[in-house]
């Protein structure tokens, strides 16, 4: 189930954003070499940059990639690490299910209304139903990451951590500095 997750993650991932790269080029070309263009190319690439976003914030839980702000965690042995992690992830989970409610509300109004996009015949309810999608994904996400806490596989969050992977690179700089 979790391979299937994450290969459609990362195939509607790559497929958003070569997508959304090809439709701005195309309209950059239209509007400056031909001084033309279509009206609703800025729709489609910010409906697209939403879906991105949100299966992104997704995705980033998953890799490790979010930045965090986990020094006071980290002043925690192994054991109030994971309780404050899960307490973390209970909370998360707290607000992808406030979210999905209140998206179910608004989708149903939405689609109840008939609205469509203002520059695409498309119900609106189908191009903001991404936060139904994307916070499924979410959840998903942080509760395989509980279930890691609670089975002692992880004792938290991963995050980026920009500050060493700098280091990383000053370090092989210098390094390359000094063979040459």
């Not at 990362?10 to 239209?30: K, W, Y």
């Not at 015949?121 to 890691?148: E, K, S, Y």
Request: glycine letters at 10%; aromatic letters at 12%; a negative charge.
């Amino acid at each position: 189930m979790l391979r299937l997750l994450n290969r459609t993650e990362e195939a509607v991932i790559c497929l958003l954003m070569a997508l959304t790269t090809l439709l701005v080029f195309v309209d950059v070309v239209m509007r400056f070499g031909f001084d033309t263009g279509f009206m609703w190319t800025q729709e489609l690439t910010l409906h697209m940059s939403a879906w991105f976003v949100l299966f992104g914030a997704s995705y980033g839980i998953k890799v490790g990639s979010h930045i965090g702000v986990d020094a006071f965690v980290k002043l925690f042995p192994r054991t109030g690490r994971r309780i404050l992690s899960a307490i973390g992830c209970l909370l998360g989970l707290c607000y992808c299910g406030l979210v999905l409610y209140g998206s179910w509300i608004y989708l149903a109004k939405v689609k109840r209304i008939g609205i469509e996009l203002e520059d695409l015949p498309i119900p609106a309810w189908i191009a903001h139903g991404m936060l139904i999608v994307g916070f499924t994904f979410l959840t998903i996400r942080i509760a395989v990451l509980l279930w890691d806490i609670i089975t002692n596989r992880a004792d938290g969050f991963r995050y980026a951590n920009e500050a060493e992977e700098s280091m990383e690179l000053v370090e092989e700089l210098q390094e390359e500095g000094a063979g040459l």
